[in-house]
């Protein structure tokens, strides 16, 4: 009688599936990795010490949709992004350049330190070409080409 009792509950424990974690099949699967970022492209914005030439660079750029242009203000002097088109399609307003903070004389908790440079970021989610210039020094030829392909 016990060995029949024994099969039994054996028969009844595998028609169940057991009680255990590792017999429901184990632990979840894990997540899926998260997306790579988007392609991403740079422009500098130059001046010669804050004088002329104020130049993009590069000035002409091609890039796939869905890229990020990113503009970093490696100059002297304040600069913009501005698209030419009328009603414009980004400004960045003003992009200020790496500066230095200061410390009176005689604080002995200032630490003189650098601020990085100004960027702008504007992806381009639409085919075309984009022409573009700094507010500031369109007049001294500072302009630049997006060409956005499919």
């Known amino acids: 009688m016990r060995i029949y009792v024994g099969i039994v509950s054996a028969i009844i424990a595998a028609a169940c599936g057991g009680s255990s974690a590792t017999s429901s099949g184990g632990n979840p699967p894990p997540p899926p990795p998260p997306p790579p970022p988007p392609p991403s492209a740079s422009v ?4 010669n010490g804050g004088l002329t030439p ?4 590069p000035a002409s750029l091609s890039v796939k949709v869905g890229t990020k242009v990113i503009w ?3 100059g002297k002097a304040s ?9 414009a399609v980004w400004t960045s307003g003003t992009v200020a350049p790496a500066g230095t903070m200061s ?11 650098t601020t990085p440079p100004g960027t ?5 989610t639409t085919a075309g070409t ?3 210039h700094c507010e500031f020094h369109q007049a001294q030829g500072m302009t630049g080409t997006i060409t956005v392909t499919p």
């Not at 702008?120 to 381009?124: K, N, S």
């Open 120 to 124: 702008y970021e504007q992806t381009f």
């Open 130 to 132: 984009y022409r573009y």
């Open 72 to 74: 970093t203000n490696n």
């Open 54 to 57: 104020y130049a993009f660079s």
């Open 44 to 47: 500098s914005m130059t001046d």
């Open 79 to 87: 600069h913009t992004s501005t698209s030419d088109a009328t009603p």
């Open 103 to 113: 410390c009176a004389p005689n604080d002995p908790y200032c630490t003189p330190g």
